[in-house]
């Protein structure tokens, strides 16, 4: 088991940083699950995040607060959309699974998550 993934165990959101053209980062708090050694998160297939993950697959997580703030070290990762439907099965199983009702409400908040068809998951693996 990684660092990562033993650091990241019973958090509830990890704080997830993607990169801009320029380097820059840009940090975003989500909520994730475990996969064996990886994690999964869903979010809205239009957001900047996924544009950023397009062009640039490396990241950086943390464990953090529901507000990001940051509660344990970083650590590199390398993130790449899930575009089968089975494994985009599981993982949304797994999300629902951790989150339960919370994650229930999120999925018909459509303004939150977007429509289902804009729906993008995700595994990041530690580095």
């Not at 975003?28 to 990886?38: E, K, L, N």
């Not at 950023?52 to 990241?59: D, I, M, T, W, Y």
Request: aromatic letters at 10%; charged letters at 25%; glycine letters at 12%.
């Amino acid at each position: 088991m990684s660092d990562a993934i033993r650091a990241l165990q019973g958090e509830s959101y990890i704080n997830l940083e993607t990169f801009k053209r320029s380097g820059e980062g840009v940090k975003t708090p989500i909520w994730f699950a475990h996969q064996g050694t990886d994690l999964v998160f869903m979010t809205n297939g239009k957001s900047w995040k996924c544009k950023r993950l397009a062009r640039n697959s490396a990241c950086k997580l943390a464990a953090c607060g529901v507000a990001g703030g940051i509660k344990g070290p970083w650590f590199d990762g390398v993130c790449v959309e899930l575009t089968d439907g089975a494994e985009v099965a599981a993982a949304a199983d797994l999300l629902l699974k951790k989150y339960g009702l919370q994650w229930k409400l999120l999925l018909a908040g459509a303004g939150l998550a977007g429509k289902k068809k804009d729906h993008a998951y995700y595994r990041i693996t530690p580095a």
